[in-house]
């Protein structure tokens, strides 16, 4: 009898776990690539992280995430005494559930040094245990070596930069080696200096959660901070290629960052339009497809079009998965004209949001 009490118990606790579907964000595909929902900067047991690494790939399946890069650090393992292991073990466990869950796992490792050169991940190694050196530049080496993609983690963190967000010599030589391909845009919050060095240095925008405890259960409309990445196919080789090429977008909230030209078709591809013409007024009627919100603010335009007469207050925002009408009137007998606005969200230069048209 008291096993099966002990039995029962044990069902009731794991059904929730067993009933708990995939979660799923939509949003747009970009033509001829498939928008993948990525996080590649994540913590487990194995350094300073708090959670098995199964747990990690199912929280990832629970938000509608499609890849995720387990990024224990080399050199900064707390718990080293009580699990001792290899630095690939926390891939090695995750690998199966990952499979089964039908999430892409990516191995990866966290290269920790003080600033500078600050901390640094190795995705898609093929061993991280060929990464564990004295020397920080003989390890981002060895991950070279192995064709990883790196990248820079959270160069604007305070307890590295505390008083600004700085470009040292030593990432100097690292981009001009070859050693560093991205950037993190996005890691907890938001660094407009690195947007700028994404556009002028052609490195990858990145966006990660660098979770370290229990992931929180989000609220409906609430994501973790993650990188889009528009690959040729949901594969770990496509996916490397896009993130070589610079085919990303982080999402923070309710904000894309990136370059415009992705910024726009992922706009283009979630939006239709409807316009109808009365006389003097035309009611456009905005429908959003996707799980993204769009908030639009009215730029200079024609005078004799009167339309967003509200949004130096408040945008006009589109939420997700809904449907909005606004009215512009055309004064002075024009028949039509430029609409111009700034989707305020959208971020495609460094704190400043992504110029728009819409022809009426």
């Known amino acids: 009898m008291k096993k099966f009490i002990s039995l029962f118990w044990a069902v009731c606790i794991a059904l929730p776990l067993f009933a708990q579907g995939r979660g799923k964000i939509d949003i747009p595909d970009l033509k001829g690539y498939v928008t993948l929902k990525c996080d590649f900067h994540i913590h487990t047991v194995f350094s300073d992280g708090s959670v098995w690494p199964t747990v990690r790939i199912d929280e990832a399946y629970r938000e509608g995430l499609d890849v ?53 991940n190795a995705i898609f190694i093929s061993n991280a245990d060929e990464l564990d050196k004295p020397d920080f530049m003989d390890a981002m080496r060895a991950a070279k070596a192995q064709n990883a993609f790196l990248f820079w983690n959270h160069p604007g963190w305070l307890s590295q930069q505390p008083d600004t967000t700085k470009w040292w010599p030593e990432h100097t030589q690292l981009f001009e080696q070859g050693m560093m391909h991205g ?27 660098d979770v370290h405890s229990p992931m929180q259960v989000f609220a409906p409309g609430k994501h973790r901070t ?14 490397h290629e896009a993130l070589k090429e610079r085919r990303t977008a982080v999402y923070h909230e309710e904000f894309v960052i990136g370059e415009e030209k992705y910024l ?31 908030c639009l603010k009215k730029t200079n335009s024609d005078a004799r079009l009167i339309y967003f007469r509200n949004t130096s207050i408040e945008p006009f925002t589109i939420a997700p998965k809904s449907t909005r009408s606004f009215t512009v009137r055309l004064l002075d007998g024009i028949q039509g004209g430029d ?21 009426i």
Request: aromatic letters at 8%.
């Open 68 to 120: 995720i890069a387990i990024t224990d650090h080399i050199e900064y393992r707390p718990k080293k005494d009580d699990i001792a292991a290899s630095h690939n073990r926390s891939f090695e466990i995750a690998q199966a559930t990952a499979k089964s869950r039908g999430v892409i796992l990516v191995r990866g490792s966290e290269v920790t040094r003080d600033m500078p050169p600050g901390h640094h």
């Open 264 to 294: 726009k078709e992922l706009f283009e591809n979630a939006i239709e339009w409807d316009t109808r013409k009365n006389g003097n007024v035309v009611t456009v009627t905005v429908k959003n497809n996707s799980d993204l919100s769009f």
């Open 226 to 239: 993650m990188t889009l990445v528009f690959a040729k196919s949901a594969t770990e080789e496509a996916i």
């Open 183 to 209: 950037i993190e845009v996005v890691n907890g919050e938001y660094y407009p200096e690195v947007h700028r060095w994404c556009l002028e240095k052609k490195l990858t925008f990145m966006g990660n959660s």
């Open 339 to 359: 609409v111009n606005f700034i989707v305020d969200n959208f971020l495609s230069e460094p704190n400043k949001g992504m110029r728009y048209t819409m022809k």
